[in-house]
């Protein structure tokens, strides 16, 4: 099983709502990771989490938080977002060092 | 640094015919190198690797060969279908690094 999880599939909030994105695998991978894509772009990595730690974080606004419950879940949320924000967020995992499986993103829209 | 270099794209076949993608890499030590493929609406699918100089990856009829001396990686296909139309990543990795994807190359097969 290389399936990665993530839902919702599409998600539309307002620039004051309050969301959470989630990710979930169980092929037993100690890192997982959250990208940002926008249309006709490649991912760009947003937060490593390394064995339930957060090991990267690439520089990301506040208004995006993530969280990393056990090494199965993966969460990000999400507050105060901006117009700009509007892209399909995508989880992965791998085994560290390893290649990355991704799932099928959440495609957000802010208004 | 790392980096990857993605023929432009995009790019339009007859269905049958040959496909041929360019990625060219920089990168400090030996990566793993990765094609990605992306199906309109969808998240990124893993579609075939290579872990060392002059290792093969295949797969559902595609083809690359890791290259040390040319730094490439070019993927391949003998008959392209309707059903390949996608867009597709190059990617490469450096131990427990961060992958670095090209550009994309968007494919379109038409019948």
Same mark, same amino acid.
């Given at each position: 099983?290389?399936?990665?999880?993530?839902?919702?599939?599409?998600?539309?909030? #307002?620039?004051?709502?309050?969301?959470? /994105?989630?990710?979930?695998?169980?092929?037993?991978?100690?890192?997982?990771?959250?990208?940002?894509?926008?249309?006709?772009?490649? !991912?760009? /990595?947003?937060?490593?989490?390394?064995?339930?730690?957060?090991?990267?974080?690439?520089?990301? !606004?506040?208004?995006?938080? !993530?969280?990393?419950?056990?090494?199965?879940?993966?969460?990000?949320?999400?507050?105060?977002?901006?117009?700009?924000?509007?892209?399909?967020?995508?989880?992965?995992?791998?085994?560290? #060092?390893?290649?990355?499986?991704?799932?099928?993103?959440?495609? %957000?829209?802010?208004? | 640094?790392?980096?990857? $270099?993605?023929?432009?794209?995009?790019?339009?076949?007859?269905?049958?015919?040959?496909?041929?993608?360019?990625?060219?890499? $920089?990168?400090?030590?030996?990566?793993?190198?990765?094609?990605?493929?992306?199906?309109?609406?969808?998240?990124?699918? /893993? /579609? %075939?690797?290579?872990?060392?100089?002059?290792?093969?990856?295949?797969?559902?009829?595609?083809?690359?060969?890791?290259?040390?001396?040319?730094?490439?990686?070019?993927?391949?296909?003998?008959?392209?279908?309707?059903?390949?139309?996608?867009?597709?990543?190059?990617?490469?990795?450096?131990?427990?690094?961060? %992958?670095?994807? #090209? $550009?994309?190359?968007?494919?379109?097969?038409? !019948?």
């Amino acid at each position: 099983d290389t399936e990665v999880t993530q839902t919702p599939k599409h998600l539309v909030m #307002g620039m004051t709502n309050k969301k959470s /994105l989630k990710c979930e695998q169980h092929m037993g991978h100690r890192a997982m990771y959250w990208y940002k894509q926008k249309a006709k772009k490649p !991912p760009e /990595l947003m937060f490593v989490y390394s064995y339930e730690k957060l090991s990267i974080n690439e520089s990301v !606004p506040s208004r995006f938080s !993530p969280e990393c419950p056990n090494s199965s879940l993966l969460n990000l949320h999400l507050h105060a977002l901006q117009p700009e924000d509007s892209a399909l967020y995508l989880c992965a995992s791998s085994p560290p #060092g390893r290649e990355q499986y991704f799932g099928p993103g959440t495609r %957000l829209t802010v208004t | 640094g790392n980096s990857v $270099t993605q023929m432009e794209g995009p790019v339009t076949l007859s269905e049958e015919a040959f496909l041929t993608i360019n990625c060219t890499y $920089t990168a400090t030590g030996y990566p793993s190198l990765f094609w990605y493929v992306q199906y309109p609406g969808e998240g990124l699918q /893993l /579609l %075939l690797k290579a872990t060392k100089a002059d290792d093969k990856g295949s797969n559902k009829g595609f083809e690359a060969t890791y290259r040390k001396e040319t730094t490439s990686f070019h993927l391949e296909k003998g008959s392209v279908q309707v059903s390949d139309s996608a867009v597709y990543f190059c990617a490469s990795q450096t131990g427990a690094n961060n %992958l670095f994807f #090209g $550009t994309g190359t968007r494919l379109t097969v038409i !019948p």
